[in-house]
Every structure is written in C-alpha cells, then in structure tokens.
C-alpha cells in the first residue's frame, strides 16, 4: 500500500511570480534543507523540520533567475544562473548576490546539475555539456552546437551508474522526440528517436526517469493522460549511431485528457508514481499514487486550490505549489505485493505494539535480550546467505523472454522483449529470435485468444529472421490476412516458397480496398513510380518500374503527345488506375537485395566480373580450375542473349500492334486482320 500524509505549507511568503511557478526545489548538502528558486529573483533555503527558512537571496532589479540554484556538494556553496548567461557562486555567509563570485558565460544555459558523489555540471542549451571546475577556469570558451537547428530541450536528469556519472535529456522538434544519453566515465553521446506507440497520439507533457543495472526507464505523461514507458541501454550495442526506441503504454487514462496545465509525473520507487493532475471523474486537480507493477491505483488528495503542473520528489517528501504557496505532502509506499495493491494487506501485530523492524542491528542487538552466542550464530547464517544470494547467476535475457512467452501477459512479453534487443547482440542472437517466434505462434495454437501481433512485428523487424527459421510465421499470417506482416516477410525473408507466394499474392488481389486503407503498410517502393499531370503537363517518370515498364521508350513518349493532344475528360480517365497505392506497395516491391549497408548493384557486379576477365584472361583460362567458372560464365550469358532476342520480338510485335491500332482510327470500314507471331 502507498499512503499521502497530511501536508503543510512550508512558508507563507507567496511564490511562483513567473507565469510557470517555481523554477526548482533542489537538496542542499544537509539532509532536511532544500532550495526553492522562484521564477523571479529569489532563492530561499528551508528547512522542512522546522517549516522556516533560513536564508533568502535576491538578484538585482532588472535581473531575473532563468536556472534553478543548486548545491555544490563538494564545496557546500549555491549555484545559481540569471540571464542565461551569468553564473553566481556564494555560501551561507554571504548576504548581496551582487557582491558575490560572477562568471559571464559564452552561451546560454540550460541547466545546472548538481549530486553526491561528483562536480556539478553544466548543459547549455544548444545540448553541451561543461564540468564546473573546467568551466570556471575559461567561462568565454567556445560551447559547441549538438543538437539540430529548432530542436529544444524539454527535460532533463542527472544521475549515478556504477558510481559514474550519466546525464539524460530530452528534446523536441516539430512534434518528434529525441533522448540525449551522455555517459561521462567513457565520453559517448548517445542519441535516440522516441517513436510514438500504436496507441499514442499525444503530445508529451512531462517526463520522469528511474535507472537499473542495464537500463534506463524513461516514463512520460502525455495529454492523452496515459503513462508510457521507454527503455534505453545503458550500454548501447552502436552508440555512435542514431537508434530507434518505442514508447509503450503503462498506464492508461490516469489523468483527464482535457487537461491541459497542472500535469506531472515523478517515479517514487520502482513500482509507484505520483502524478499530479485531474482525474477522470473529477474536475478539480489532485495528487495521487499509482501501483505500475499491477496498474492500481493506490492514494489521492484532492487539491482544491489548484497547481502549476510541478512535482519535485526529495526523500520521502513530495514538493508542489498549491494555490501561491510551496507545499510539501509526506508519503509512505511499502514493498510492493498484490494483496498491498489491492488495499487488503493484512497486519497480524496489534496496533499497540511496535512492529519489529526488518533488520537486525548486530550492535545493539544485547538490548533485545539475545545472547551473545544466538548473535554470533546469526551472524554466522547471515553472511552465508549473503554469500549463497550473491553467487546465484544471473537470468540472461533472453531465458527471461522466452519464460514470459510461456506464460506472461503480451504487454509483460513486450517489455521483456524490449530488454531483450536493446542489449548487444550476440552470435546465437538469429536463433533465439525464431525461438521466440515459433514460441509465440505454439502460445497462439494453444490459447487462440492470445495474439501477440506487436511482439511478432518487432522481432520480423531485426532483419535476421527467414522462412526456414520460422516456417510458421507466414501461415499464421496468411490465416489472420495480415498484409502488413506478409510485406515484412517478403521483404526480408530469403527462402520464401512459390506456394506462400502465391498465396501472399491471392491475398494482396482479393482484400479489399477498405480494409486496406485502414493498415499500415509501407509505401515506399512505390513513392518514386508515381506520375502526375498538372496544368496540361506530364511529369515523365526517371526510374524504370520493377514489373517491366519503362517510361523511357518512345511508345511512352507518343502516348504522352497523345494525351495531352486529347479532351480533358480523356486525360483524366487515362491516368486513372484499377490498382491503388497500397495495393500496388504490395504488389511491386518484388527487389532482390543484396546483405550489407551498401550492397552492390547487379551491374557493378557485372562490371567488376568484366573488369577480372579483362585484366586476367589469359591466366583464367590457363587454369584447369577456371574451367567450370568460364563455362557457366558462358552458359549463363548464351541464356541471357535468347532471353533479351525473346524480348526484342515481343517489344516488335508490340509496336506492330501500336500501329494498328492508330491505322484503325482512321478507318470507317469493317475489316478482319490477322497478325503471325513469329
């Protein structure tokens, strides 16, 4: 169970002069103190205990703080910035920030971060990033550009792995999403592209972030008011290159769709959230705490006087601005179980005595009348549970996936699949993935109603699958008629035999348009085929179709001339076409390619084979070994001559037949003509 407390305000002093609020509530170097910086010219440190403050700083008249203060834990002195560009530095002592140390910077900051263990840091707004020390040293250094022209940092997070230092933050750019990953023990800058989920069709309003061992939990809170969930590598496979990462749906409706301010989000601990905002059946704005493990939702307070949209956690305290003033709500979450999350957690010990606590304090374990040899025994089994606990391997990935297929929800399968791929890959990696397809589709056969079409798309799309591996994968396709993953599969798969082909394209011919406009498939292999007339022109097509038909030719020329020579009503139906976009997307897109970033075409093929030859033909055909290459070489180019002469009699009879047709314009008698194909 998850409970709020009754909170308190924490000064009387209004805040929140800026249109958004305050800028920031940040932890000082002791425990119970915070700065809150408003969005005007003050910062205030409190201490919550004691509900006061105990020292406030102000910039001057025509200044205004535009970075939240935070602490140097090094050092124990405030940072803060003002007009972007200026940076304060001064201690507990001081009194007049304009008295204090000043640094003018080169270019405008973001943000400053500040956590134990390591020097704060500095992230610009063009996506850099500065130590503070090196910072110090030269403030007019040049800052370099990271990010991409009218993209803007929207969040950001400052956090420890491994002891190292790993800075997150996030940017938008024309309604896209990308996530900034620098790592500061090896000096990578990754980048990732949030792709929207199938069910998202929102904008984000607010992010929150937790971190494990291997990855990094990204939640967002969009106007749709559902919760959805991103998984990123810390250790990326590639990280110099740009990767693709999709938003999954965690929570749905957890909030108003209709809200538009007052929305936030923030991870407490790994199965609770707090979000801020209205509910569903509720006008007024409220704080609530929500169980993610069993999607349950655990508290809520309701917040009458409304808020600003900012949720800042710190310890076991939640920071809000409710109504003008800074409020702080203490909350408790307890491990979670199901019981706990269904609110019927049942305590045995009676509520007059204190429950034992979970640990034992070995040093003052003498006042709860143990013995000293009990203790020492307990000691003893102690440490060989902890030896016998931290000696178990760990469960590698992909047993983990292929165990949830088994038995767990989809939405379970697709986060554990979603672990799966983002770590590297190793040399069994093609073999695990048809496992887990021919697992998936054995699931399907047992439990009809379990249809697992997101995870099935996701793992056709690491291109290392093929028929053979996966024989299954296009039946069930086929039964369910879904072209999006036949198109998948025929574009990747090697090993396709003529009967599924056959059948994939009785199924492209006989769907319906309807149903087809309604799927998503890929149309770019028909994107550059398509030729449009406006204004009584022809835009003529440069690439030559895949089914044969080259615009190139001269009958495609005449055929023009005579399309513009004839009525409008006449044009119009001329370029009217029985099959649709979609359709067509199915049904061209037959291209062989080659493995690799860059393959070859089959004529530089031809080319570099003509080139060897060339160069080497007196020794290819010395050797008794290139006896067989320069026979089939000769097989090969003897049946591609009979094809091409085929082909010439074909294109003749064609225009013979062209010419017909324009002599029997000019005829008004009957006739009967027979043309030999020879």
Not at 71 to 85: A, L, P, R, S
Not at 286 to 313: A, H, M
Request: aromatic share 8%; hydrophobic share 35%; net charge negative.
């Amino acid at each position: 169970m998850a409970a709020l407390e009754e909170g308190f305000t924490l000064t009387a002093v209004p805040l929140g002069s800026g249109p958004d609020g305050p800028l920031g509530v940040e932890q000082s170097d002791k425990t119970d103190q915070f700065l809150v910086t408003d969005s005007g010219r003050t910062v205030i440190l409190y201490k919550v205990s004691d509900q006061k403050p105990l020292g406030s700083w102000s910039v001057k008249q025509g200044q205004i703080i535009t970075c939240p203060a935070v602490c140097n834990f090094q050092t124990g002195e405030y940072i803060v910035v003002h007009d972007n560009k200026v940076l304060r530095i001064w201690n507990n002592e001081d009194v007049n920030l304009d008295k204090v140390f000043k640094a003018t910077l080169s270019a405008e900051v973001y943000r400053i971060h500040s956590i134990q263990g390591t020097e704060p840091l500095v992230l610009f707004k063009e996506g850099a990033v500065r130590g503070l020390e090196a910072l110090l040293a030269e403030p007019q250094q040049k800052i370099e550009t990271v990010i991409s022209d009218e993209e803007v940092i929207k969040w950001t997070k400052f956090f420890m792995v491994f002891r190292h230092p790993v800075l997150i933050f996030i940017t938008e750019k024309h309604g896209n999403y990308f996530a900034y990953v620098q790592k500061f023990n090896s000096r990578i800058l990754s980048k990732y592209t949030l792709l929207l989920g199938q069910e998202e069709k929102s904008v984000t309003q607010s992010f929150s972030t937790s971190v494990d061992r291997k990855f990094i939990s990204l939640m967002s809170l969009s106007s749709d008011g559902c919760v959805y969930e991103t998984l990123i590598p810390i250790h990326p496979s590639d990280p110099e290159k740009n990767q693709r990462v999709v938003r999954s749906l965690l929570l749905k409706s957890v909030v108003s769709g209709n809200a538009r301010s007052g929305v936030a989000l923030t991870i407490l601990d790994q199965d609770h959230i707090a979000i801020l905002g209205p509910p569903l059946s509720a006008s007024k704005e409220c704080l609530s705490i929500w169980n993610t493990k069993f999607q349950t939702l655990q508290t809520s307070k309701e917040l009458p006087q409304g808020t600003s949209g900012q949720l800042w956690y710190h310890g076991e305290n939640l920071f809000m601005l409710h109504g003008k003033f800074l409020t702080v709500i203490p909350y408790k979450c307890e491990v979670s179980s199901l019981a706990g999350a269904l609110g019927k957690l049942k305590h045995s010990q009676d509520p007059d005595i204190h429950a034992m606590t979970h640990f034992v304090n070995w040093e003052t374990s003498q006042g709860y009348g143990l013995e000293s040899q009990n203790s020492e025994q307990s000691k003893r089994i102690l440490r060989r549970r902890k030896i016998e606990v931290s000696v178990q391997p760990e469960v590698p990935p992909y047993i983990q996936l292929l165990a949830a297929i088994q038995k767990d929800s989809e939405k379970h399968i697709e986060v554990e699949l979603r672990k799966f791929l983002a770590v590297k890959r190793t040399p069994h990696f093609h073999t695990i993935i048809g496992d887990a397809v021919i697992g998936l589709l054995g699931r399907y056969k047992a439990e009809p109603s379990f249809y697992p079409r997101n995870c099935l798309m996701q793992l056709i799309q690491t291109c290392v699958l093929s028929y053979s591996l996966c024989p299954g994968l296009m039946e069930f396709a086929l039964e369910k008629t879904d072209v999006q993953i036949l198109q998948l599969c025929l574009q990747q798969f090697p090993d396709i035999p003529e009967s599924v082909t056959c059948a994939c394209l009785k199924i492209f011919l006989s769907i319906g348009d309807d149903s087809l406009q309604e799927t998503d498939i890929n149309m770019e292999s028909v994107s550059d085929y398509t030729a449009t007339i406006q204004d009584g022109e022809i835009e003529e097509q440069t690439e030559i179709l895949q089914n044969g038909f080259n615009p190139e030719e001269d009958n495609c020329e005449n055929c023009a001339q005579e399309l513009i020579e004839k009525p409008q009503a006449a044009t119009e139906e001329s370029t009217s076409c029985p099959v649709t976009g979609k359709r067509a997307a199915l049904l061209e897109n037959a291209t062989m390619t080659l493995p690799g970033i860059h393959p070859p075409t089959l004529n530089q093929i031809m080319d570099w084979i003509c080139l060897l030859l060339d160069a080497n033909f007196t020794v290819v055909v010395m050797i008794p070994e290139a006896k067989r290459l320069l026979l089939s070489l000769y097989k090969l180019v003897k049946s591609q001559i009979s094809i091409c002469s085929e082909l010439n009699k074909i294109e003749v009879s064609f225009r013979e037949l062209q010419k017909l047709n324009q002599e029997k314009t000019n005829r008004e008698l009957y006739s009967i003509e027979v043309l030999e194909l020879f």
